[in-house]
């Protein structure tokens, strides 16, 4: 196996693939070694619809092989540690493979552990996450007659942090569709202030929400779950506003108990699960002091090692972590990978923080929120094309591009390094 190569990529998710794809086009004798262990890549984004029975599972997933382009040498191994001084990342069976330059993106990894009883409300199939099982979520969803069904996310940053909420109005139009909206209460419970940060998309969502009789609540930070009981645990984290919590009818029977702790009964829990970055890469010096991989905000270029780049769910960008990020990060480290190549200074920090979280709020509706560092809302003038004047308010046309058109050009274009 050789152990030295021009370009070395960890992870072949959508930011891996995505690079070497393009990488390659700019330069088809580029050396490039991709180490990723996997059998499969998933399509992740299509995750919502099948948590929503709406989707098939197999369509989100391809072999590794047939997504990883020609040309590229697969390491099918683990990376364990960087010598990044040395050139040197190290692996799980392979030992040591040296790079001029590094791309690292092995996504995030899921920390069960920071969720007292999480584990244990999966493993038992009390609570649901389309996560780590979509179809379960699905078969949750489907089965349910009625009660609390309470929809939550951790503290911790998350990819996509538009999915817990997604499926929370996916099942809300279900259970209306289903007829027991009258005897269930579907509830919303964030670490957030508000439902989303960019302000057109608010006061959509703050509509959808009202118009599914949803129950919002802000501040609601999960920390432990009783699998037994059926009853998760938050802390209020909006400091002197704790009486304000508990609704007066309570119809959802919240109970607070000592220091800002509330009690709330389920009858079905989804919720996303705490994530921090690989225990590889936040072991090494390569992390900001929250652990995740330090790179410009602009260029992507490591702050410390001018040879490496990050992208991705592992990179400490202040963005939402979604493939659509990934899509406008790529040409960016793509770009600068070049020309450090060819020895010139010029440096393309064009990355503005673009990210987009296509926010399906029911069956055959969705808006588009699509942002930068700022929070400014900067929809896509291609939307035009399909007709869509407006991607804060919902539209089935954006219902559509989510089901059919975006996995279409993820599988056909994106992967094939096509910069769309
Ligand atoms: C339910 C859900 C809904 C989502 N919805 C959307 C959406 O609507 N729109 C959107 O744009 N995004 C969405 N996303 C987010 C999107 O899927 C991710 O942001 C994107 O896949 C991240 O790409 P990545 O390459 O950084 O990580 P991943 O795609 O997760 O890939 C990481 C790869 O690294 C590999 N790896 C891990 N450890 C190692 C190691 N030690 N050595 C080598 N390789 C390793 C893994 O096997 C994996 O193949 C959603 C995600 C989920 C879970």
Redesign the pocket.
Known sequence: MKTNFEVLI???????IMTAAQLKKKDKNLSIGL????DT?YY??A??LVGAGTYKFKKTAKPMADVIPKGVEWIKD??TGFDAANNIVTNKQSGEINYDYLVV???LVYDFSLIEGLKEALDKGVACS??TDPEYTWEVIRNFKGGNAVFTQPTTPI??GG?PQKIAYLAADHFKKKKIKDNTNVIFATPGSVIFGVKPIRETLTKVLDNYGMHFKPFYAPFKIDPDKKIIYFRHTAEGENQCVITEDNSIGEKMTGDAVIELPFDILHLAPPQTA?K?VKESDLVTETGWLDVDHHSLQHNKYANIFGL???AALPTA????A?RKQVPVVVKNIMMLRKQQQAWVNSYNGYS???LVTGYGKMVLAEFDYDGNFIPDPKLKRMLIFRSDKQHWRLWLLKKFMLPYLYWNKMLKGVDV
């Open positions: 960890i992870g072949g998710g959508t930011a891996g180490i990723e262990p996997g890549h992740q984004p995750w919502t683990y990376a993106a092995p996504g389309n996560y990819k996509c999915a690989p590889f991705g769910d592992v972590k979604t493939g659509a990934i987009s979280c296509p």
